[in-house]
C-alpha cells in the first residue's frame, strides 16, 4: 500500500473513480504557493535605478572589449620573465667581456649587452600595461559614475570680485 491510498487513521482509503485526485479533510492545513519575496532591488529609489541603467548603458556604448584576465595574466608574467631575462642577459654579457682578452668576444659580449636592453625595455612595458590594465578599467567606470553624478552649483563671483575669492582658504602653516 502506498501513502497515497492511506487515509488519516491508517485505514485504506476508499478508491476513487476515474483518477479522481484525493481532496484535503476540511481543518488540515495546505501548501498554498510560496511566500511573494520582494526583488532586492525594490528597496532601491527609482532615481538610482534610472542612473543606474543609464550608466550600464553609457558604458556599453564605450565598445570596450571584455577583459581576457587569463591572457592579460600570462602576458603580465611574460613580462616579468623579459624583465629578469634582459638583466640576466646584461649580467652574462658583464662577465662574458671581463672574463677575456680577445676583442672579439669582448665585441659579442657588447652586442648581447646592448640586446639585453629591449629585452628588459619589452618586459617592463608588458609588465606595466597588463598589471595595470585592471585598475585602469574600474578607475576609467568610477570616472564615468562620478561624472554621471548630479554635483552641487559651483559658487560664482560676481563681476567685480576677484576670482580668488570663490577658493577655500587653506591654514598659513600647510
Do not use: C
Not at 504557493?33 to 532615481?47: L, S, V
Not at 554635483?151 to 576677484?162: E, I, K, L, R, T
Amino acid at each position: 500500500m502506498s501513502m497515497n491510498s492511506v487515509n488519516a487513521d491508517g485505514h485504506p482509503a476508499p478508491a476513487r473513480p476515474g483518477g479522481e485526485p484525493p481532496t484535503v479533510p476540511q481543518g488540515v492545513p495546505t501548501a498554498g504557493p510560496p511566500p511573494a519575496f520582494a526583488p532586492r532591488h525594490a528597496a532601491i529609489p527609482a532615481a538610482t535605478q534610472d542612473r543606474t541603467r543609464q550608466f550600464t548603458a553609457d558604458v556599453g556604448a564605450l565598445k570596450l572589449r571584455a577583459p581576457k584576465t587569463m591572457l592579460d595574466t600570462q602576458l603580465m608574467w611574460l613580462g616579468v620573465g623579459l624583465m629578469v631575462l634582459g638583466i640576466g642577459m646584461g649580467i652574462g654579457a658583464y662577465f662574458m667581456s671581463h672574463g677575456t682578452t680577445l676583442i672579439l668576444t669582448q665585441n659579442d659580449a657588447i652586442t648581447l649587452g646592448l640586446a639585453a636592453i629591449p629585452v628588459s625595455l619589452l618586459g617592463f612595458a608588458l609588465f606595466i600595461r597588463y598589471s595595470l590594465s585592471t585598475y585602469l578599467r574600474f578607475w576609467l567606470a568610477r570616472l564615468i559614475a562620478a561624472q554621471q553624478m548630479p554635483q552641487a552649483a559651483p559658487a560664482v563671483a560676481g563681476p567685480g570680485a576677484d576670482a580668488t575669492a570663490v577658493l577655500p582658504a587653506t591654514p598659513a602653516g600647510h
